[in-house]
């Protein structure tokens, strides 16, 4: 079992930056697969990015490209997203995944997920 804890969202204006984490509990978090998701009101839970187990392997939502980057740090246990140039569609929950594959890019490729972070990006 592997627990997602996710942080750093909050309320951010048009075309600021904000650093979601996300904290899994898992001694071999380096075999999975992570990514990251996220859900608008009204809307379905869409890919974000993902990166692979060995960090190598790293895609992105076209929406996202060039403005959001992952990464991971094996020795915290912690996948990151830096957001840059927010623009109010990017307002979302989002929420972390691991998958035992090497990566995924769609979300039932993956086994377990986090509660969510509301990111919001004003006008």
Partial sequence: QVQLVESGGGLVQAGGSL??????STRTFSSYGMGWFRQA???EREFVSTISSGGVVTA?????????????DTAKNTVSLE???LRPED???YYCAATRRS???RDFEYD???QGTQVTVSS
Wanted: glycine share 12%; aromatic share 14%; net charge positive.
């Fill in 19 to 24: 650093r979601l984490s996300c904290l899994a």
């Fill in 91 to 93: 307002t979302a929950i």
């Fill in 83 to 85: 957001m840059n140039s």
């Fill in 112 to 114: 377990y997920w986090g």
């Fill in 103 to 105: 990566f995924g890019l």
């Fill in 60 to 72: 992105y939502a076209d929406s996202v490209k060039g403005r959001f980057t992952i990464s991971r």
């Fill in 41 to 43: 009101p009204g809307k």
